[in-house]
């Protein structure tokens, strides 16, 4: 039976290199059944700011595998990203981008490169949750769950274990963010340990994306959370060679999504000449996901073997000598069944299917003690004028502990030298250590508001279990 699959020809460029995609596979023996519906540019101008219909969403749901093309999205606002939606709504939580190096056939400095970004691709800064809370002050909630962090760290082992290799590395910045990205980090810890067979390390983001680009045949699978993920994927995509070669799948625990990381490139819509490669090794993700397993590996060494030839549309032919888009796709078809003798030839064959990732909630009961909280105020005022005012306010069971502007402790014992805005963090505890009664907190913010100082926030400090579940100011 054929597996139906939604597809999406996008914009721009995007009817020619999915016509050529499909083209090949279909030649290869692809066993599917496509399901086409309209996205993009036409759909956000007949009034869909999300650029899908219902009766789209339909078709994603039923099929749970959605082939994409690159599509337009119209400058300004009001338009929300696709891709994101997609994303979200459907719970695609791992973008999965391979970057290999193709040299000497495509050019580029890194001729050992063969890694794998594994990016979570639903929370961190991407929940996309920002507010201006001041004049002066704008803020993003950069949002980290353990569900999160377990689906996507679980979901990079069984991709090494599944593809045969031999380590996985994570990237955060734990040294900073030591609650969000030290959630991420101590997750992987967790996980890695069910890996014994699979090598294990951690980097910090700045020092290792820096490594990954001077020395990336070093790493294997690398997974991080999603603001970074999608920064290094790039840059690694760009350094393997080109970023219109490559292909990207958003894993979820029902639906999937395939496609190029490129864009649509209107201005090369129409002309034939736009390369599809991206789009086709997306497919290949696709052919895997569906456990047609031989047709993908055929596929991809009949790819591999065109660009071995020195076959290529003009992005990667740039001394001449190009095909189009229609005939790169015919020159692919003509090498099916052949496999490359210089490039590394794949073998999907034989790999075990795969496992949705789904979160297994423990039960564990957790203790949960307010401990006090931090009142944001917006106030053009000096940081110890401040503090004296809300140190008379703080009442009878809290303490006003310090106050802090854009992290940095200002009151008590601030440095003048701080430069401070009109956004303040004012951080009360409790006086005894017995767990604060909400009351008590409600009854500090009507204190505040009769003292005409303006709260606009109010974030609860607690304790789990125990110990300290929020951070220390900078200078605490």
Partial sequence: MKRAITVAKGDGIGPEIMDATLKIILAAGAEIEPEFIDIGEKIYLAGNSAGIEPKSWESLRRTKVFLKAPITTPQGGG????????????GLYANVR???????????????????????????????????????????????SRPGCEKIVRYAFEYAVRNKRKKVTCFTKDNIMKMTDGLFHKV?????????????EHWIIDIGMAKMAD?????????????YGDIASDVAAQIAGSVGLAGSSNIGEECSMFEAIHGSAPKRAG??????????????????????????TNVHNAWLKTIEDG????????????????????????????????????????????????YQDTGKAIKR???????????????????????SLAGEDLKLSM????????YPNGLPETFCTDHWRCRFLVKNGSPAKHSVIRDLLGRIEEADLEWIKLEGLYKFDGERAYSLGQGE
């Fill in 369 to 391: 003690e307010l401990n006090g909280a931090d009142v944001f105020i917006c106030a053009k005022i000096a940081a110890d004028d401040l503090g004296k005012k809300l140190e």
């Fill in 79 to 90: 338009f929300k990203s696709l891709n994101v939606t997609t994303r979200k709504a459907l």
């Fill in 98 to 144: 391979p970057c290999v190096s193709y040299d000497p056939f495509i050019k580029n400095k890194h001729p050992e490169m063969d890694l794998v970004i594994v990016r979570e691709n639903e929370e961190d800064c991407y929940a996309g949750i920002e507010h201006q809370q001041t004049p002066e002050v704008v803020q993003c909630l950069k949002l980290i």
């Fill in 311 to 358: 076959v290529g549309t003009y992005d990667i032919k740039r001394d001449g000598g190009s095909v189009s888009t229609s005939e790169f796709a015919d020159e692919v078809i003509k090498r099916l069944g052949q496999k490359p003798t210089k490039l590394k030839a794949v073998d999907y064959t034989g790999a075990p299917s795969q496992k949705p990732m789904k």
């Fill in 271 to 296: 002309q034939n000449v736009a390369n599809p490669s991206g789009l086709l090794l997306g497919a290949i993700l696709m052919l895997q996901h569906i456990d047609q397993n031989e047709v993908a």
């Fill in 215 to 227: 020395t990336p045949e070093i790493f294997d699978v690398i997974v991080m959370p999603n603001l």
């Fill in 403 to 410: 106050i802090s502007n854009r992290g940095a402790k200002v």
């Fill in 188 to 200: 992987f810890d967790e996980i890695g340990e069910e890996y014994p067979s699979i090598e294990k």
